[in-house]
Structures are given as structure tokens and as C-alpha cells.
Nanobody, 119 residues
Framework: QVQLVESGGGLVQPGGSLNLSCTAS????????MGWYRQAPGKQRELVAS???????????KYAASVKGRFTISRDNAKNTVSLQMNSLKPEDTAVYYC?????????WGQGTQVTVSS
């Protein structure tokens, strides 16, 4: 059974940093795409960042406009992990962050980790 487990969430002051990690278990096969989504109270889940295995070394990355320049996504294909380094955090970044792994027509979600940005 494939499982994705997130870690690294918490409470941080505005301007601070957090690093989220997601580890996949129950599979040795790589995901074609891995990413992070978030959902704030009363809002829809939205894509934060994704990284796709491809020709480009390190993968092809995509970011939401609201986090570009502040967040960095990376993955370790050998370990089937994906990380999200979040810098210059803002109160509007407060949400539950979900890890996602996609392979072919199948998609897998983690249970989420809370990130709260508040003074």
C-alpha cells in the first residue's frame, strides 16, 4: 500500500522559514510527478509547487505565482522523497499542506501537515 507521509509543519512568525518533507513508502517505483498542495480554511485546495521527472536534470518545476521566489521544491528520486523549502513566510501561507505523488493515472495524497504563520 502506497503511503505518503509529510513532516516539518508548525508555527512560524512572518518572515520565517520552514522545510516540509514527504516520504513515500510501500513502493519502490518513482513517481512521475511529486508536488505540494495547500488548503486554507474556507478555500479550495491549490497547487503550491510540483516537480516532474524529465530530461532536465533535477526535474521540471512549477510554482504558484504567490510563492515563486520564496519557495523551492526538490526531490530525491532514490529515496522517493520530496521537500519544500519555504522562506519569507506570510500569514496568507497559513494552510494545511498536502504532499502529492502521481504515477500514470494514479495519484496519491498524504494526510497533510499544518503550517501556521502568525506573530
Amino acid at each position: 500500500q502506497v503511503q505518503l507521509v509529510e513532516s516539518g509543519g508548525g508555527l512560524v512568525q512572518p518572515g520565517g522559514s520552514l522545510n516540509l518533507s514527504c516520504t513515500a513508502s510501500g513502493t519502490r517505483d518513482r513517481f512521475g510527478v511529486m508536488g505540494w498542495y495547500r488548503q486554507a480554511p474556507g478555500k479550495q485546495r491549490e497547487l503550491v509547487a510540483s516537480i516532474i521527472i524529465g530530461i532536465i536534470i533535477g526535474g521540471t518545476t512549477k510554482y504558484a505565482a504567490s510563492v515563486k521566489g520564496r519557495f523551492t521544491i526538490s526531490r530525491d528520486n532514490a529515496k522517493n522523497t520530496v521537500s519544500l523549502q519555504m522562506n519569507s513566510l506570510k500569514p496568507e501561507d497559513t494552510a494545511v499542506y498536502y504532499c502529492y505523488g502521481g504515477r500514470g493515472t494514479l495519484g496519491y495524497w498524504g494526510q497533510g501537515t499544518q503550517v501556521t504563520v502568525s506573530s
